[in-house]
């Protein structure tokens, strides 16, 4: 679909509204360049792009599929091609929805081709259509346009992530466990969020050698080191959240510790309470059988004093003896 499209000359739009995409190919050979935005085209939008701006046929196939890292490409005819990843940060599911920019760059025309969860450049064209003076120095202006609206929305996801690793941090380091799985899946979005704004660097250095013109040098270097300070930041949180993780798995060593001790005195106590009764469980049942010599001759007062409780009382005394005498070796 296509979202926009506007030809400029010396740093003003020409119209008040989108144009026909012939009039964009035609008119940018003539004097100034078109910015043509599409959003999520389909194949015929594409191929109908590509036939109007004379694209390179596997520039167009890389701007239909999604990529995991940015990069940037030259091809036949001063064209270029720049692929950005966008992010934003959902907090109720403590995920990053990646989108996908693609950004065809020639002396004449930019095509900006945007994938999936992808930031809004209608701020951006907006922004930069006030700004004349940057305007002026035609792609470049655009390119550096995009560039500074995606890395300002990474700010976000950085607090985002930011504020759930302090609440684990907060958790784990206080002495309680927390799941592994939410530590775990955190690290999984840094690292895929480093995937995306790492090599962009890389991304931003190569436009700084390409791109000659003075007035934009400042602006890039800008984007350029707030990148770098973002790059630094989730870097330090995948670490982070790698330590926040054997942390807790060695809070969680203890506490199966904690449990596995009480469990063992438990048992002692068991076993304790078992070796007492066993005896009296025997004498009792002896005494409880009858035979005829028992009931005949197991009669009277002393008979049952020095039988009956005798028998109870004879063997506690044995094993509280035993015991007293185990325990005094270690």
Known sequence: MIVDCAHYVD????????????DASTLCQAEGFSWLGLLEPTPDELSRVREAFNLHELAVEDAQTFHMRPKLEAYDGDVQLVILRTARYDDATEEIDFGEISVFLAPTFVITVRQGIASELHEARLRLEQRPELL??????????ILDHVVDDYGPVVAGLENDIDQLEATVFS???APTERIYSLRREATDFYRAVHPLIAVINGLQRAIEDG???????????????INDEVAAQRDLLSTILDANLSVISVEQTRVGVRQNATMERLTVLATVFLPLTFITGFFGQNFSWLVENVTGLWAFLILGLGGLIVPLVALWVWLRKDSSHP
């Open 136 to 145: 002026r120095a035609g792609p470049a202006a655009v390119l550096w346009a």
């Open 11 to 22: 740093g003003q739009r020409q119209g008040s509204g989108p144009m026909d995409l012939h």
């Open 215 to 229: 007035v934009l040098q400042p602006y890039l270097r800008d984007v350029g080191d707030h990148l770098a300070l």
């Open 175 to 177: 002495g309680s466990s």
